[in-house]
């Protein structure tokens, strides 16, 4: 999931340090981003993020790649490519 440190770090290219209190402390001259950045690359970030989803629902359901080479070897590659099109086929890209 994203939140606010992913969105800083984007904004400022990253070395930050959080402390426990929920403080952030910036390194090498970075300048702290403004609340409205912050929100803007918050949002962006979500959409990708969710855009993405048919990407982590697909990969558990994707046989490991010593068992598609096995496939393949076995079947050839129209039976891997049927195999994998089904996955593909079950999470469509939006």
Same mark, same amino acid.
């Given at each position: 999931? %994203?939140?606010?440190? *992913? $969105?800083?770090r984007?904004?400022?290219?990253?070395?930050?340090?959080?402390?426990?209190?929920? +403080? %952030?402390?910036? /390194?090498?001259?970075q300048t702290?981003?403004?609340e409205d $950045? %912050?929100?803007?690359?918050?949002?962006?970030?979500?959409? *990708?993020? *969710?855009?993405? &989803?048919? &990407?982590? *629902?697909?990969?558990?359901?994707?046989?490991?790649i010593?068992? &598609?080479?096995?496939k %393949?070897? /076995?079947?050839?590659i129209? +039976?891997?490519?049927?195999?994998?099109? $089904?996955?593909?086929?079950?999470?469509p890209?939006?």
């Open positions: 999931m %994203i939140n606010r440190m *992913d $969105a800083i984007e904004l400022v290219g990253g070395g930050l340090t959080s402390k426990v209190n929920g +403080e %952030i402390i910036y /390194h090498d001259g702290p981003p403004t $950045a %912050i929100q803007s690359k918050l949002t962006e970030l979500q959409a *990708d993020y *969710d855009a993405k &989803q048919y &990407q982590r *629902d697909r990969q558990p359901e994707y046989p490991s010593p068992d &598609q080479l096995d %393949i070897y /076995h079947s050839g129209n +039976e891997w490519k049927k195999d994998i099109k $089904a996955v593909k086929d079950k999470y890209k939006p």
